[in-house]
């Protein structure tokens, strides 16, 4: 059986905010650790039958790029529930509002 590992660090400033997020993964195609700005983390509670979440992002993470960040989440979203339970109608709702959201963002600006 093969083990396959996520690992993320958290660098905090004082106050507890994140001021610098890297993440690795036995899996990721380079080697090494990597820098980014956001990570969204959405984990199954079989036992309590909910959706354990951690999102956390840095101060150098714009509101224009948070938002874009959470429209590929729901897209990504529909093509796993596109995927995983061959419900096309929600999938295609979901990347409906993937749609509006975008369109929303482009006239809003940044």
Known sequence: MKISDINFQIQLDNNSV???IVWSA???PADGNDETNAIA???WDNKSQNTLRMDLWTKDMTAFD???FTVDSIGGLAQTI??????QEMAD???AL??????HINEKGQ
């Open 41 to 43: 983390v959405s984990v």
């Open 93 to 95: 709702k979901m990347e």
């Open 82 to 87: 596109r995927s995983a339970t061959d419900d």
């Open 98 to 103: 993937c749609t509006e959201l975008v369109k």
């Open 66 to 68: 948070m938002k874009k």
């Open 18 to 20: 994140p001021d610098k």
């Open 26 to 28: 036995t899996d990721k």
